[in-house]
């Protein structure tokens, strides 16, 4: 009988510490994260898409439209690229969706000077690059807007990257590459400099772009001086 009982005493101790386990594991497990259509966006919305970025004049205190170079006809850029014709081309005549909701975008209506990065939440070069847009959009405030297209994603996994990634500029979505096919360009990322008066100067398929290169192809294409 005493052998039972000392047995009994000491198994006690290790049911307890195996109950306290499980019951401190439970406790600790975060919350399930919701689903993105529960979460609020992180990107901003597209209402101001069709206004032209305004930059203060030095000493004045009053903003005033920002205007942009051209570029010269036939430029190499660095990674051996073509710079357009100084007359450029228009965008694709194309409505998109904004990523918040609200009424579509006229891309064509999109004021320049402009960047927009053709992106999706599956290509790691995108991934790689996006924070260096986010990072021009805040450096470049005034001088030229940031607009992302979304193109062939899902809601879930674009919005998970924004979140992840800080990225805050207005993203468009495009789940059936028609820009791509209007430009006749099948590999992403894309990026395109668009001019004050929204000509396409150029469109960048080298790969990720860092924050160095990106304010050379803005200055090259756009005319802008832009902080690296």
Request: aromatic share 4%; glycine share 10%.
């Amino acid at each position: 009988m005493n052998r039972r009982r000392r047995l009994a005493l000491a198994v006690l101790p290790l049911l307890l510490a195996v109950t306290g386990c499980t019951s401190g594991t439970a406790d600790d497990e975060p919350a399930p994260r919701p689903a993105a259509a529960e979460r609020p966006s992180p990107f901003r919305d597209c209402a101001t898409l069709s206004t032209a970025p305004t930059a203060t004049s030095p000493g004045s205190g009053t903003a005033t439209p920002t205007t942009a170079t051209p570029a010269s006809p036939g430029t190499t850029a660095p990674d051996g690229t073509t710079a357009r014709a100084a007359g450029g081309s228009a965008l694709p005549e194309l409505t998109l969706s904004c990523f918040t909701g609200g009424a579509p975008v006229v891309l064509r209506e999109v004021a320049g000077p402009a960047v927009i990065n053709v992106w999706a939440s599956w290509c790691p070069p995108c991934r790689k690059e996006l924070p260096a847009f986010q990072r021009l959009s805040e450096r470049a405030a005034g001088q030229l807007q940031v607009v992302g297209v979304n193109s062939r994603d899902s809601r879930g996994g674009a919005q998970s990257i924004g979140e992840d990634f800080g990225v805050r500029f207005p993203i468009l979505v495009d789940q059936g590459e028609a820009l791509q096919r209007e430009l006749k360009r099948n590999a992403i990322p894309l990026t395109l400099f668009v001019d004050a008066d929204g000509q396409v100067r150029h469109i960048d398929a080298s790969g990720a772009l860092d924050d160095t290169r990106l304010a050379e192809l803005v200055r090259q294409h756009l005319g802008l001086a832009v902080p690296a």
